[in-house]
């Protein structure tokens, strides 16, 4: 695909259809099977969580209403207590200012409706001693060091 095209279809402006993709990056262990990501209405998607989890704590570019169908995960969260989740008809709802990350006990299967995308999130890096950025393709933008950890 040549560069014009690929920024165009790569961009937050183009409904993307039918796609596989390591969904929060290559590290975290998570795979998206999406149905549409249309960035700046909304997205629809499967989920698949490998057993475990990435170091990042992370916030998200947009909120979230997320069904657990198969599995058994754990949310950690940066302030607060750890919460588990299984299947169940009661959805997880994620704002994108939840810092967290999640735990999958064993290899585990989620639904998600995710709204519009901003432009910027972030995730704790290091031990959480530096905070980067993120936009778009996950492109850090910037970090910076995080003092009285």
């Known amino acids: ?3 014009m095209l690929k920024k165009i279809y790569y961009s937050k402006w183009f409904p993307r259809l039918f796609f596989k993709k390591y969904d929060g990056g290559p590290d975290s262990g998570v795979t998206g099977y999406m ?3 249309w ?3 909304f997205s629809i998607g499967l989920l698949h969580f490998k057993e475990g989890s990435r170091e990042a704590y992370h916030t ?10 198969k ?6 969260l940066v302030s607060g207590r750890p919460k588990d989740f299984a299947p169940s008809f009661k959805p997880k709802i994620t704002k994108r200012s939840c810092f967290h990350k999640v735990i999958a006990k064993v290899s585990s299967w989620a639904f998600t409706i ?3 995308w901003k432009d910027k999130w972030y995730e704790f890096r290091n031990n959480k001693t530096q905070i980067a ?7 850090v933008l910037y970090t910076t060091k995080i003092y009285n950890v």
């Open 35 to 37: 149905l549409i990501e």
């Open 71 to 76: 599995g058994s995960v754990t949310e950690e």
């Open 1 to 3: 695909m040549n560069k």
């Open 60 to 69: 998200h570019a947009f909120n979230a209403i997320t069904w657990w169908i």
């Open 114 to 116: 995710r709204g519009p």
């Open 133 to 139: 950025i993120l936009t778009h393709g996950r492109k």
């Open 39 to 41: 960035k700046i209405l």
